[in-house]
């Protein structure tokens, strides 16, 4: 339960971007999740830094996320306060060939900068559903690029409330992995540095492997992208596929027919119940015809 204290704060904030019992579905690529107690969307990087500063001190549970595009949410929901990175971290500044991009600029934007600017680097983010912070996060990538390659520098809101920033190998990039997966580091911007080249080039890239997107993944069913972590030697969607699962159905979730690795919302009605049930199908199938353990990609938030 949140105190009087805290209602006090959070009503005096800017109403349009302070929700209660908010509806998570309406904030997820996934179009499921259950109501947050507070939702908030701060109009600034220092707006939300006090917001983090004053939970803290009143003790209140949050949850930071971006766009969504990589969460699924228990169907009870969220207690406790949602905030969301979003429009007032979305500027965008470019110097020489390096880029600053606050957490909350689209990839799909960042990359058409990059490109209208002749810089290459980032064609594989043009079609990634998603925020810079998330992308940071979880290093994404995509058709041989990653975050990693083009990332420079980090500026982040650190666990007592400092502004710091990491460079370069502090970032500790793996495999849909960061210096930021474990631990409360609240990402505000990067920067980016990459290299000249003609934007007719880039954007042929860009081009083509949208194109590519669009044929091979089911991008009219809401989904959170590619459910599991490519296992060292296999790709998932191939065991998923040869395990005979493609197109099974628990609830309103489904293996989609176009691409075994994703779990989409077939019916536009499914739970998080369904998806979590049809993971651990597709988990245990998957072991016991091949014994190789799938990891789950999807962040799992909220109460189940």
Partial sequence: MLSKLCKDYIINLQTENVFFDEPMKNHTSFRIGGPADVFIE???PEKFCELISFLKKESVPFFVMGAG?????????IRGVV???GKGFDSLKKEDNIITA???????KLANFAASNSLSGLEFAGGIPGLVGGAIY?????????????????????????????????????YRGSAFTDGQKYILSTKIKLKDAPEDEIKAVMKDLN???REKQPLKYPSAGSTFKRPEGYFAAKLIEDAGL???????????????G????????????????????IKETVFKQFNVELCCEVKMVGEF
């Fill in 69 to 77: 595009s990589n969460l699924l949410v228990g169907d009870k929901g």
């Fill in 246 to 260: 493609k197109g099974t159905f628990v609830g309103g979730a489904a293996v989609s027919k176009k691409h075994s």
């Fill in 211 to 213: 194109a590519r997107r």
């Fill in 102 to 108: 606050g957490s909350g600029v689209t990839l799909v």
């Fill in 42 to 44: 701060p109009e600034s």
């Fill in 83 to 85: 905030i969301k990175t």
């Fill in 262 to 281: 994703f779990v989409i919302n077939q019916t536009g009605e499914a739970t998080a119940s369904d998806v979590c049930a049809l993971i651990d199908k």
């Fill in 138 to 174: 979880m290093n994404a990538g995509a058709y041989g690029g990653e975050m990693k390659d083009v990332v420079v520098s980090t500026t982040y809101l650190d666990e007592n409330g400092d502004i710091k920033e990491l460079k370069d190998a502090e970032h500790k990039f793996v």
